[in-house]
């Protein structure tokens, strides 16, 4: 803006930008992908104690799905790796990799004490009003969401996976923050669960809702695009919300129905910034 002249003229050089771009951005079309292409983010906010055991476990089963399909995860969200970072590295396709997945959390916590902050202060305020008391907690129930397959590589916040399968991106558990990182990592869909409810949405890559209950579920329609309150209720088992993701996964991928997200226009962006602690 500076450099231009001020606010009006950046956004007249801005659209001009944009007309440019659009004779070649009209020549694009849709076009049909085996669901091997898809790039799953994962991600959890506002999360309650049905979260562990309902809508983050039938995601992990839809991630499942995606993988064996030859398809893509990414999970992030490094502070709620905390205490069951064993858990994941047991899972790492070799020993590097474990070695990896330890380090990650390392570097966590030591950026975090450089603000004086420690990753036991992440579970928020809601969070520990749903159940979820401290971060060991919060973690075992967050890391469920990358479901039971290997786990293949990680990689740096926003970095492109060198390998299908699951990978595990470093970053912060901020809602703000680690989708835009998810999506510039090449996320081509996002599910996001909640227990509480949370309405984000992204300018770029499509993010799927996942209430934990009913209760939000039905509260928030205008939001949240499916419900795993059935697991909580017994009418439905983990296999069952999870399959019925992968379907709706699919169906927002293909464009044959939109998230609540993008009917709504809900967007909301901000980058990883480590000049700030962010848990």
């Given at each position: 803006?500076?450099?231009?002249?001020?606010?009006?003229?950046?956004?007249?050089?801005?659209?001009?930008?944009?007309?440019?771009?659009?004779?070649?951005?009209?020549?694009?079309?849709?076009?049909?992908?085996?669901?091997?292409?898809?790039?799953?983010?994962?991600?959890?906010?506002?999360?309650?104690?049905?979260?562990?055991?309902?809508?983050?476990?039938?995601?992990?089963?839809?991630?499942?799905?995606?993988?064996?399909?030859?398809?893509?995860?990414?999970?992030?969200?490094?502070p709620e790796f905390c205490g069951a970072e064993h858990i994941l590295a047991n899972r790492a396709k070799d020993s590097e990799t474990g070695r990896k997945i330890y380090a990650?959390?390392?570097?966590?916590?030591?950026?975090?004490?450089?603000?004086?902050?420690?990753?036991?202060?992440?579970?928020?305020?809601?969070?520990?009003?749903?159940?979820?008391?401290?971060?060991?907690?919060?973690?075992?129930?967050?890391?469920?969401?990358?479901?039971?397959?290997?786990?293949?590589?990680?990689?740096?916040?926003?970095?492109?996976?060198?390998v299908r399968g699951i990978n595990l991106m470093q970053g912060p558990g901020y809602d703000?923050?680690?989708?835009?990182?998810?999506?510039?990592?090449?996320?081509?869909?996002?599910?996001?669960?909640?227990?509480?409810?949370?309405?984000?949405?992204?300018?770029?890559?499509?993010?799927?809702?996942?209430?934990?209950?009913?209760?939000?579920?039905?509260?928030?329609?205008?939001?949240?695009?499916?419900?795993?309150?059935?697991?909580?209720?017994?009418?439905?088992?983990?296999?069952?919300?999870?399959?019925?993701?992968?379907?709706?996964?699919?169906?927002?991928?293909?464009?044959?129905?939109?998230?609540?997200?993008?009917?709504?226009?809900?967007?909301?962006?901000?980058?990883?910034?480590?000049?700030?602690?962010?848990?």
């Amino acid at each position: 803006i500076q450099d231009v002249g001020g606010t009006q003229a950046a956004i007249e050089i801005g659209l001009r930008e944009v007309e440019r771009m659009l004779p070649v951005v009209n020549q694009w079309v849709r076009k049909e992908f085996p669901v091997s292409e898809l790039v799953l983010g994962v991600k959890c906010g506002s999360s309650d104690g049905f979260s562990g055991i309902s809508a983050n476990p039938s995601l992990g089963y839809t991630s499942d799905l995606l993988v064996r399909s030859g398809g893509t995860v990414l999970l992030t969200e490094v502070p709620e790796f905390c205490g069951a970072e064993h858990i994941l590295a047991n899972r790492a396709k070799d020993s590097e990799t474990g070695r990896k997945i330890y380090a990650m959390v390392d570097w966590y916590k030591e950026y975090a004490s450089k603000f004086g902050a420690v990753l036991n202060q992440n579970p928020s305020t809601g969070n520990k009003a749903g159940g979820l008391l401290n971060i060991t907690i919060k973690s075992l129930g967050a890391i469920v969401k990358a479901g039971t397959t290997r786990i293949e590589d990680c990689i740096e916040y926003a970095e492109t996976p060198r390998v299908r399968g699951i990978n595990l991106m470093q970053g912060p558990g901020y809602d703000q923050e680690s989708t835009p990182g998810l999506v510039a990592s090449g996320a081509t869909v996002v599910v996001f669960t909640t227990g509480n409810g949370t309405t984000i949405g992204n300018a770029i890559t499509p993010v799927i809702k996942l209430a934990s209950n009913d209760r939000v579920f039905e509260k928030m329609a205008q939001d949240i695009d499916v419900s795993a309150g059935g697991v909580i209720t017994g009418k439905e088992s983990i296999a069952d919300v999870g399959t019925r993701l992968f379907e709706h996964i699919r169906r927002v991928s293909s464009g044959e129905i939109q998230a609540k997200a993008e009917i709504l226009k809900h967007r909301e962006f901000q980058f990883w910034a480590e000049q700030t602690v962010s848990l």
